[in-house]
C-alpha cells in the first residue's frame, strides 16, 4: 500500500482548477502529481503527500477553485491500494485538454498575444489560410 494520502480537487473550467492547484501547493507540503481532462471543461488536481498536509491541501483548492470558478468535487484518499496508481496521472501527463492535443500533433489552433493583452487565437494549419 501507498504511504501517502491522495488528494482531488475537481473543477468545471481550467482557471479554477490552476486556482485551486496554487493554493494547494502553497497550503501545505503536498506534491502535485498531475492533472486529469475528463472532458466538456472537467478538471482534476491530483496531490500527493501525509494526510493532514492533503486535507490542509484540497480545503484551501476547493475554497480557491469555489472563488474564481465551479468546484464539482474534493476527495482525499488516506491509504490508496497500489492497484490504484494503475489509473493516477503521473507528472501530469494524462488527459490533455482537446487544445494540447491538437498542438502536439502539429495543427490546431495557436493562441498569440493581441491588443489590449487579450489572447486571440490564428490557425497553424497553412491549408486552412486562404491567399488573395
Not at 502536439?104 to 486552412?128: E, H, N, P, V, Y
Request: hydrophobic share 40%; no cysteine.
Amino acid at each position: 500500500m501507498s504511504l501517502e494520502a491522495l488528494g482531488m480537487v475537481e473543477t468545471k473550467g481550467f482557471v479554477g482548477a490552476v486556482e485551486a492547484a496554487d493554493a494547494m501547493v502553497k497550503a501545505a507540503n503536498v506534491q502535485l502529481v498531475g492533472k486529469e481532462y475528463i472532458g466538456a471543461g472537467y478538471v482534476t488536481i491530483f496531490v500527493r503527500g501525509d494526510v493532514g498536509a492533503v486535507k490542509a491541501a484540497t480545503d484551501a483548492g476547493a475554497a480557491a477553485a469555489r472563488r474564481v470558478g465551479e468546484l464539482i468535487s474534493v476527495h482525499v484518499i488516506p491509504r490508496p491500494h497500489n492497484e490504484v496508481e494503475r489509473v493516477i496521472p503521473k507528472g501530469g501527463k494524462i488527459g490533455l485538454s482537446p487544445d494540447e492535443k491538437s498542438l502536439q500533433s502539429g495543427g490546431g489552433r495557436q493562441l498569440m498575444s493581441g491588443d489590449g493583452g487579450q489572447a486571440t487565437a490564428r490557425s497553424t494549419d497553412a491549408s486552412k489560410t486562404k491567399s488573395k
